[in-house]
């Protein structure tokens, strides 16, 4: 089984600054990959940005990065330089190489950008 | 990124009425659909997978013979909420893959919002 732990209900952040939304992940597979997902207000789910377990590199998706610490179990997402319309709820999810297929999910960042 | 659509994206329906939702896959065959439920300022659930001409799974908790879901084909999945009741409320949000290989991206319908008076 797998468990997302996201442990910031909301964050703020100035418009044009980076932040750091934190991720925390527990699973018995060796092999599993973790995604970051955004949840506008009118609800539809968009992917971000994507990390293997075994990729060498964090990932990148123009201002989105993933900051993977595999010993600590964490899988921070970075949103560099931040627009209002980074406005949103952001999570965090991951599935297994053995066990059910659909992502687990972990309970949410509320990110708010300020002018 | 791959489509999915759902539909409605919002009804309103009265206690003891049944309510439909569709979930199509528009550029891919989706072998797998997932049906999850977002209560406000909550997290997603899954209910339930569907795998293209058999049973669905549910998930500890979720009640089959109210939350019906058929998987006909490689693009459409429904679920139906039977004999709805104001707690049945909720965002219900569709999802499909093809294979589901770890570091397949899960795409997802843009949702439908379900008031029950």
């Known amino acids: 089984a797998q468990k997302i732990t996201q442990t910031q209900p909301g964050m703020f952040v100035q418009e044009k600054e980076a932040v750091t939304l934190d991720c925390t992940y527990d699973t018995s597979d060796p092999s599993y990959g973790l995604f970051w997902y955004k949840q506008p207000s009118s609800g539809e789910m968009i992917f971000l940005i994507y990390?293997?377990?075994?990729?060498?590199q964090n990932a990148t998706e123009g201002r989105y990065s993933l900051n993977f610490q595999k010993a600590r179990k964490s899988a921070n997402l970075v949103i560099s330089a931040s627009q209002l319309g980074d406005s949103a709820m952001y999570f965090c999810?991951?599935?297994?190489?053995?066990?059910?297929?659909?992502?687990?999910f972990g309970s949410g960042t509320r990110l708010q950008v300020q002018p | 990124g791959a489509v999915v659509s759902q539909h409605p994206s919002r009804v309103i329906c009265k206690s003891g009425t049944s309510v439909k939702i569709e979930c199509r896959s528009l550029?891919?065959?989706?072998?797998?659909m997932f049906w999850y439920r977002q209560f406000p300022k909550q997290s997603l659930m899954l209910m339930a997978t569907?795998?293209?001409?058999?049973?669905?799974?549910?998930e500890q908790g979720v009640e089959k013979d109210k939350f019906l879901i058929n998987h006909a084909s490689l693009t459409l999945s429904t679920l139906t909420v039977t004999s709805a009741h104001p707690e049945d409320s909720s965002f219900y949000i569709c999802?499909?893959?093809?294979?589901?290989?770890?570091?397949?991206?899960?795409?997802f319908g843009p949702g439908t919002r379900l008031l029950v008076l």
């Open positions: 550029d891919f065959q989706a072998t797998t």
């Open positions: 999802s499909a893959i093809t294979g589901g290989r770890v570091e397949e991206t899960q795409y």
């Open positions: 569907s795998n293209e001409g058999s049973k669905a799974t549910y």
């Open positions: 999810a991951m599935r297994g190489h053995t066990g059910r297929r659909a992502l687990t």
């Open positions: 990390q293997g377990s075994y990729d060498q």
